[in-house]
């Protein structure tokens, strides 16, 4: 089974400041990473997939980036709306894992 | 617009049995993969399983903390898709989640429904 671990655990900044949120997986998973954003009662939301693809109706702010071990989501920018958990998630081997979440709050 | 419900969680004692339907509308759903993932109060996602298409012969892959225990169904004439769950532990207590599958990832998430395991 493939681990993803998240780093940091907990991220503190203010609105208008950048995120940089890390994952780094237990083997090479070449660029078969998604990114999640999570609020507090609400499903998770797709973001990023393969690494660097935005979903759609993603604001241009969130960019993500990586390939092989270790992978980066940016928000280049953070708004109000975008203090919640973030996941990473990996589909290149079964089964699909998930790492433990970044906190990115004010 | 796409859509997806889950219904059917409730309280369980240990070593009994539920069963969750998630309700797609808006999309294919008989081409779509499905994906269950559930998540235990104040952690993280956990995958469950996940069902493909009749085109994929309906093929199931399960996490190996469910596996011989939970079953995922579907009937596309209903745009619904089922876990079936057996032996249930108290560590199965969660929110589960439904999603369809674009691309390879769980790209659409219904809201959830809580199932908790407790005697």
């Known amino acids: 089974e493939i681990v993803l671990t998240q780093s940091p655990a907990t991220l503190s900044l203010s609105p208008g400041e950048r995120a940089t949120l890390s994952c780094r997986a237990s083997?090479?998973?070449?660029?078969?990473l998604a990114w999640y954003q999570q609020k507090p009662g609400q499903a998770p939301r797709l973001l990023i997939y393969d690494a660097s693809n935005r979903a759609t109706g993603i604001p241009a702010r969130f960019s993500g980036s990586g390939s092989g071990t270790d992978f980066t989501l940016t928000i280049s920018s953070l708004e109000p709306e975008d203090f919640a958990v973030y996941y990473c998630?990996?589909?290149?081997?079964?089964?699909?894992?998930f790492g433990g979440g970044t906190k990115v709050e004010i | 617009e796409v859509q997806v419900v889950e219904s059917g969680g409730g309280l369980v004692q240990p070593g009994g049995s539920l069963k969750l339907s998630c309700a797609a509308s808006?999309?294919?759903?008989?081409?779509?993969?499905m994906h269950w993932v559930r998540q235990a109060s104040g952690k993280g996602l956990e995958w469950v399983g996940r069902i493909r298409s009749k085109a994929n012969s309906y093929a199931t892959a399960y996490a190996a903390s469910v596996n011989g225990r939970f079953t995922i169904s579907r009937d596309d004439s209903k745009n619904t898709a089922y876990l079936q769950m057996n032996s249930l532990k108290t560590e199965d207590t969660a929110v589960y989640y439904c999603a369809r599958q674009q691309g390879d990832y769980p790209d659409y998430w219904g809201q959830g429904t809580l199932v908790t395991v407790s005697s």
């Open positions: 998630q990996q589909r290149s081997n079964w089964p699909l894992t």
């Open positions: 808006g999309f294919t759903f008989s081409g779509s993969a």
């Open positions: 083997q090479s998973i070449s660029n078969y």
